[in-house]
Every structure is written in C-alpha cells, then in structure tokens.
C-alpha cells in the first residue's frame, strides 16, 4: 500500500499507520522538540537511526543485507540532520 503525503494531515495520517514503536518514537521526538532546544541531539539520533535500520530490513530483507540496511539508515539519518534539522 502506497500512501502519497501531500500535506501535514496526510504526514499525521501515515504514522499513525505504522506499527506502535514507530508511532512511540515519534511521540518521543515531538514531545523532545516541544521541551528542549537540543532535540535531536546524538542520543536522539542513535535511537531514530536504529528505528530506521530495523523498519528498512523489515521492508527490503528480500533485497538488501543487514549491513546494507544500516548503512543506509545512517546515510538518511544524516541527510535528515544535514537538511532539516541543521540546513547549512
């Protein structure tokens, strides 16, 4: 099932629709953005980038290893930090 995120209510709409660790870990981030100036800091990013590498092999086991999985999950952790979170 593809779901096409047009807006902010159609973003709301998809993660609720993941599985309730993802849904956890984004409640956790909100919830660090709304009380800390720091919030993605390294801890945060550590435990997202491990969230990603678990969600990416459950998804592409059929096609990529474990390795590749992680590795790719630290590659779109980094451009999320470099390109949201701190743009230069």
Request: no cysteine.
């Amino acid at each position: 099932m593809t779901i096409e995120v047009q807006d902010s209510d159609d973003l709301l709409k998809f993660i609720l629709s993941q599985p309730a660790a993802e849904n956890a870990l984004f409640s956790f981030l909100v919830s660090q953005a709304e009380s800390r100036r720091d919030w993605f800091g390294f801890t945060q990013q550590k435990i997202t980038g491990i969230a990603l590498a678990h969600s990416i092999a459950r998804q592409h086991a059929d096609k990529m290893t474990a390795e590749e999985a992680v590795e790719y999950a630290m590659e779109v952790n980094q451009a999320i930090y470099d390109k949201i979170i701190k743009p230069r």
